[in-house]
Structures are given as structure tokens and as C-alpha cells.
């Protein structure tokens, strides 16, 4: 189980002057009735879609059977997708597969497909990967809520044309889409080129649907343990359902972040695991606080402008390059750190051989310790040296790092990001602000229907 | 040559409320000639190091000569550092070799070797890549500036152990050091132990040193153009040594910056390339700009607390991720485009083969583009939008990405983050607020000297 370790929020553990005073708990949690009303009235008329997918019994038995039958038939998946369709499984890959999964050869692998998304339309990136892979081994999985999305649609455009130049009528057997369960044009073209589909629930927004099929089904194809991620979803959200705000983990994450943010101006919310394994989770994270609390108007339609900043970070890494402006700079961040207690494998840092050549002075406090040893110092000599300059922090303790654990932390941060959404007032699961940009590309692009907005640069303004 | 579109910080371009006014480039153009005098006395005194780096012809040839004579006898460069030991040669990697470098086979590399950074001390990854990677035929890179990095200290225990386990006494010579030309622990290991050294020189800070050996022999050693890069840096060199603001790019860039920071508190700097391949160049700006310019205390030692917090982001990816962001939040942010002109390759998105099953509707405006346009136009559209929304942005336009262009790219944000430093009035290159977190860590590690101070959390305020 994972818990939050939220002391360090608070003025009395920081410098004093800095931090949430500790009667700003009691505020909120009497304030936090109202907040979970709002989300729990909003949930059963079914805007928070995500809770559902902790029961999804016989999807998980559908994506199973593909990933067991289909699946087992290729040794590379290529994932389409952008934004939510792409974070979560980079992020699942990245926590639960071997480092460097794709450079293992097939034993390294246990003999799972190499796994390879793209998530741009950058023109080197997919000629590399086209090159790279083999039409004949590899699985395609298109994945677009909406069907329609601009980048997927155009790399699917351009992969489908590589899969038939070798494969020919054979290449809708290397496709399998995720999609909206009746609208949008990948669908369409599901069902008139006879390509399998899975469903991303209507109700769940693409930056919730990492444990919808979204993320499931290229998880399932590597190997990962698609029913711990869920049993361990199921937790974090069974924890969550109390009205005490102090004993609600997600709650209290988004309700400590919200304060912070407007009683503190702690704008600024950094993640930071200390794990290499969860850089991706981090990004996930960011995409996730970013589009939902970022926000022009409030729910009744009030100008607003807010929303918090993200961070990812990785320690012990970024004490080279973050944290410098974490301890010294404007007192407008919050920090997560996740610490992992066991990361099941550990390596010894040894004594040199020859024991009459020793090490100079300043490395021999080094030998004897281990390299998880190093890190979790680092983790609470950064959490403590960050308390003592004043700047607040909190931790995620997971007990190890698996497909339950992993599983929890993307619910807890979904159902904080639904809790933020209420304590800030906003809607946080539409977009809107993204519309412009897409309009414009479409004009660009000569899409009927959108007129070429005056969009050119000043040619003065160059050096 | 790269060049700084800057229209769109200024008033008269977004929605005539935001940005800054015109009449604000005349008045840090005037404060510049301060500026720039400090800046070059403060040269003259040896603190600005990196501006030799573009000359460093000896240091050049010793890399070359050692990259094409023993480099060539290893098909994995192990490089082992973090922080400014890491991130340039993570951004070099990733800018102007194929994407998915470690994934192709020999003929894929064109016969060079694979490369990989542990910038890390967790063990899952170090224990991954230990797996991984043949002992007999890596090359090791370990760099540290001081010599006495823990965390690279600790991975060239470990990895040191590891090759001596099957190599015995011929472990040396599978091993480089690159740091400081006198001082530390692994350069006194160097002499004992005969194991060829590289010099990060004195007066190059680590977030300063990609353009040294600290990132030329990891470069040198992948197949890189070491002499593009450096001949690119020396015209971004050349282009800043004017007194007239307008005329000076990076100092333009940095007091345009300042300005945004100081006079309309958009502290929040974006960094947003669109292309995969400066995805990694994004980070390395992240600490150079984070780590130089987030600081306590000023030059005369007032306290100020002050830094902008740089974010890494990459386009067209991210507009499904921080956009909706940046569009809607508050106006508290700068964000800087790179847009790469001539990529060197595309790829139509071509008609679906049998024209008698057209695409549906909505897809119908792709075929006839390519991935190149669609990138193209999603920036401008972006660009465009954020303007229409009141949000500053501006464009670093790359003809072509190559070493020359990446070299100059490397020294434009050099030079403008020691600009910056002038404006903030700070020193951009001290880093004093990570030495409490040094000392906790050494503490608990059980260094002599280092007494433990109180770090403990509470253990009440855990849900």
C-alpha cells in the first residue's frame, strides 16, 4: 500500500516561516465535505468515467485473449498515439519492463515483443522506425479516442501504406485499433477494412485511460500483469471513498497542492520519484495536472487563468540540475518525491580488490554501502535539507515498485486530479484551449471548412 | 545560422494586453552597455571559461585520435556521470544520431558504438545495463569535474568491480576519465591505476562543459562532428560580441527573459522544440537555466530568492499534454519555440491505395502533405494561437539539424545564461544550495567528518 507523508507540507516541520500553518488541516477538512459532495454528485451523473474502470471484468478477459493469441504472433508492437493515448504505456513500459527493454535480445525479453510508440509527427523519428522494424513481425496499434486526432491519423496514413507494401492485402492482420466504441473515422475504418478494436470508454478522456485498453492492451502484450494494475487501482480508490479528508490520501494530496497554490502561491508542482523507472510516470503525471487544472474560466463561466505547473524530475538526477533552483529559488514549488523502499535487486559497492591500494580519503565512506543504500540517503537528505531551507515537501512511500503498486499511484493521482478539479472549481476533463491551435493547423492544412486565420510572424522582429 | 524570431513577446503582436511593450527593447538596449560591460570584465577575470571552448585545437586532436584509435576496439560506450556530466551528451546522442540509436544492429550504427549515460544511482538500471552490456567490449567514460561525484564515484566502483571480474588486470584499459587537469579522487586514480584522462578544464563549469571532453569524446566516440560542433559554437560566439542589444542574440534572448520574469512575472520558461531529436537538448537547457539562475543571494549577497523555472517540452507531442497549459493557465510564462526547417528527410502521407475506398471525410485533408508539413504547420498554429491568447513566445529557427546548427545552439543558451546572470544580478555559476543535501547525504552514508543532523520525518502526518 502506498502512503503519503505529508508533515513537511506544514509550516511547524519546515523553518517556521514558511509551509501550510497545521490549522489550515482542520480548515480543509471541514471544507472538504462540500468538495466531495460536488465530486461524488458529478461522478453518478457520470462525468468521472474513470473510477469505472477498476470493473471491467470482461474487457480485461478480451484484452488477454488478443495479447495471448494475436499478440503472441508478433515481436514488436508499434503504438500510434499522442498525448493520453501514449504517456501511460510509455510510462507502464518503463516501470514494470527491464531497463532498455527494446535493446534485450528475446531471452532478455522472456520473449515478449519489443515495444516502440510514437507519439510525434517528426519526420525522423517515424522514417527510423519504419526502417528499424520489421512489416512481418510487428503488431500495429492505433490508438485516437476520437478517431480523428491529426498526428496518429497521419502516421497511421503513412504506416498502413509500409505494412501493404510488403504485406499487401495481409496488413489489416498486423492492425489493431483503440477507439471510441461507435464514433469517429478510426472506427469507420475498422469496420470497413475489418481490423479488431478495442473500446476506450465514452465516458473516460484520454488523459484518464492509461488502465482503460488505452494502456492495457499494449501492457498485456509485453507481459505486464494487467490484474495487479488494476487490484492495485482498486485500492487507491476504495481508500478514497471517506469523508475525512485526513484520512483520504488523494484528497488530501489535491486539497495540500490547491492551498498551497492559493494561500502560498506554490505554483509550481514538482514530481520527482527517485527511480529511473518512473521518469515516464512523471510525464505522465504532467499531462494529466497540466490539461486538467489549467484552466481559462471557472465551472460558472468566470475568467480564472489558473492552474498549477508541473514538473518532472528524477532524483538522485536532477540534485545535478533541478534542485539548485528547488532550494534556492522563489518559494512558489511543492515537491512529491516517491521513494521506493525495495526495489527487489540491489548492488554492493565493493572495496577495491587489492586492499593495499585503497581508495583516496574522500570515496571511502562509499564501499560497504549499496547503490539503493546511496539513493534513499539522497532521497531523505534532499527531503530534509528542502524542509530546513523552507521549502514544502511531501513523499509517496511505495513499498516496491510492481504492477499493484504502479496501479495504485495512477488511480491516486487520477483521483486527485478529480479532487483538484473540485477545490479549484474548474471542469477537469475538458481541453478547450487547444482548439485554436488545432483550427489553425487545420486551415493550414486546407481541411474544407477552416479559413486561414492571419497567423504569420513579424519579419522585422528577427536577429 | 540560427535565427531569434522574437515578435511575439511584444505587445503589439499578442492581444494588446500582454506582453511587453514595445518601448522596452529601446530601454534594455541602453541598459545592455552595462550589462555587457560587466559581463566582459567579469571575462577578462576568467569566470565566463566556456567562451574558450571554441578554441581548443590540442584538445580536439586528443579526442579524435584517441576516439579513432582506442574507441574503435569497443562496440559500447559506457558513459558514467550525472548532471552536466550527463545531459549533453544525452542532448548530442539523441540530436544528430539516428533515433533509437542503441536499437540498430552494426551496419544500423554504421559500424560505431552503442552509447549509454547512467546518470543514476538506482540499481535496477545500473544492474540492467551491467547485464546488458559486454564487459570485453565496452568502453567506460567516467566523468566528474571534482573527482568525487558519490554518485559516479559509487557507479565506478561498481563497474570497476564488474570488469575487473572478467578482465582482471586488462580492466584499465577499458577505461577513460574525464576530469578536473590536477585536483580529486579520480584524477589521483588515474595516476595510480594508468587510465587515460581527458581534462574538463578549470575555469568550465559542469553544466557549461558538453562543448569540452566532458561531451566532445562521448561524441567523437558515436561518430559525431566534433568540428561542426565547435565551428557552430564560434559563430553563435562571434554573433554576441556587439554592444547593440538588437544585434546580440542570446543577450537579446536573456533580457527579453529577465524583462518578462521581472516586469510581468512570467517565471515560468518553456522550452519547446518540434522535433523528437531535441527532446534530450530540452533537459540540458532545463539545468543550465534552473541550476544558474535559481539563487538565493545576489552579487552584493542580498537575499532575493529568485530563478525562473525552466520547463522542457516538445512539440507537436506536448500540444496533447502542457498546451491547453499555457494557453489557458496564468499568464506566467515565456515559451521559446525551435523550429527545424529542413529536417532531411519526410515522408508523404500518401492516398489510400484504392482510391474507390476513399477515406473518411474528416482524414481527407492529410494525403497530399507530408509528416514534415503537418510538424510545420502544428508549430505555426501554436505559435499563432498562443500570440491570439496573449501568451509570449518566440522562435529559434534552425535552417538544418546538425552538429554546426546543435554546436551553435549550445553556446547561444551558454551565452545567454550568462547574460542572464548579469540581468538577475546574480552568479550564474555556483550552485551553493545543493550542499546541504551533500552534507545529509554524506551524514547518513557515514563519512568522516560529516556529523548527522536531524532529518527524520514526522511519523504522524502519514495517511
Chains 1, 2 share one sequence.
Not at 475498422?190 to 484520454?206: E, F, I, K, M, S
Not at 487544472?293 to 465551472?299: A, E, F, I, S, T
Request: with cysteine; aromatic share 8%.
Amino acid at each position: 500500500m502506498i502512503r503519503l507523508a505529508y508533515g513537511r507540507m506544514l509550516r511547524d516541520a519546515l523553518d517556521g516561516e514558511h509551509g501550510l500553518p497545521r490549522e489550515q488541516l482542520g480548515d480543509l477538512a471541514r471544507r472538504f465535505t462540500a468538495v466531495r459532495e460536488e465530486v461524488q454528485s458529478r461522478r453518478a451523473a457520470g462525468e468521472y468515467g474513470f473510477y469505472g474502470l477498476v470493473d471491467q471484468g470482461p474487457t480485461v478477459r478480451a484484452i488477454k485473449t488478443f495479447a495471448e493469441g494475436l499478440g503472441q504472433a508478433h515481436d514488436h508492437v508499434l503504438v500510434l498515439g499522442i498525448g493520453g493515448s501514449a504517456l501511460g504505456t510509455k510510462a507502464l513500459l518503463n516501470a514494470l519492463r527491464r531497463p532498455g527493454w527494446n535493446e534485450w535480445d528475446d531471452e532478455g525479453r522472456e520473449f515478449f515483443p519489443r515495444l516502440t510508440v510514437l507519439e510525434n509527427v517528426d519526420p525522423t523519428s517515424v522514417a527510423a522506425a519504419l526502417e528499424r522494424i520489421d512489416p512481418r513481425r510487428v503488431l500495429v496499434n492505433v490508438i485516437s479516442k476520437s478517431g480523428g486526432t491529426a498526428e496518429t491519423m497521419a502516421q497511421y496514413l503513412v504506416v498502413q501504406a509500409w505494412l501493404e507494401k510488403t504485406l499487401g492485402q495481409a496488413a489489416h492482420r498486423h492492425l489493431v485499433f483503440t477507439t471510441d466504441p461507435s464514433r469517429g473515422a478510426l472506427r469507420e475504418l475498422a469496420q470497413r477494412d475489418h481490423v479488431p478494436t478495442l473500446d476506450v470508454p465514452a465516458d473516460v478522456g484520454g488523459r484518464f485511460s492509461v488502465l482503460s485498453p488505452v494502456g492495457l492492451l499494449p501492457a498485456a502484450l509485453v507481459g505486464i500483469d494487467v490484474d495487479g494494475l488494476l487490484s492495485g487501482a482498486r485500492r487507491a480508490l476504495e481508500r478514497s471513498e471517506t469523508d475525512d479528508l485526513l484520512q483520504n490520501p488523494p484528497a488530501l494530496y489535491a486539497a495540500l497542492h490547491w492551498s498551497a497554490d492559493l494561500t502560498l502561491g506554490a505554483r509550481v508542482h514538482v514530481l520527482m520519484p527517485y527511480t529511473d523507472r518512473l521518469r515516464e510516470f512523471a510525464e505522465w503525471y504532467r499531462q494529466l495536472w497540466a490539461e486538467s487544472l489549467g484552466k481559462r474560466v471557472d465551472r460558472s463561466g468566470k475568467v480564472v487563468h489558473l492552474g498549477p505547473t508541473p514538473v518532472a524530475a528524477v532524483g538522485a538526477t536532477d540534485q545535478h540540475s533541478q534542485v539548485q533552483l528547488f532550494m534556492e529559488g522563489p518559494f512558489d514549488k511543492v515537491i512529491t518525491f516517491i521513494a521506493v523502499e525495495d526495489f527487489g535487486v540491489d548492488l554492493p559497492i565493493p572495496n577495491p580488490p587489492d586492499l593495499s591500494e585503497a581508495l583516496p580519503p574522500d570515496l571511502a565512506y562509499l564501499p560497504g554501502h549499496t547503490l539503493g543504500e546511496l539513493l534513499q540517503a539522497e532521497y531523505q537528505a534532499t527531503s530534509a535539507a528542502l524542509a530546513q531551507m523552507g521549502r514544502m515537501n511531501c513523499t509517496l512511500r511505495f513499498p516496491d515498485l510492481s504492477a499493484d503498486t504502479l496501479g495504485e499511484a495512477i488511480m491516486f493521482f487520477q483521483l486527485a486530479t478529480g479532487y483538484a478539479g473540485a477545490w479549484y472549481g474548474i471542469d477537469p476533463f475538458d481541453q478547450p484551449g487547444v482548439e485554436l491551435g488545432k483550427r489553425l493547423t487545420y486551415a493550414a492544412m486546407g481541411r474544407p471548412g477552416y479559413v486561414s486565420e492571419k497567423s504569420d510572424q513579424s519579419l522585422s522582429d528577427v536577429v
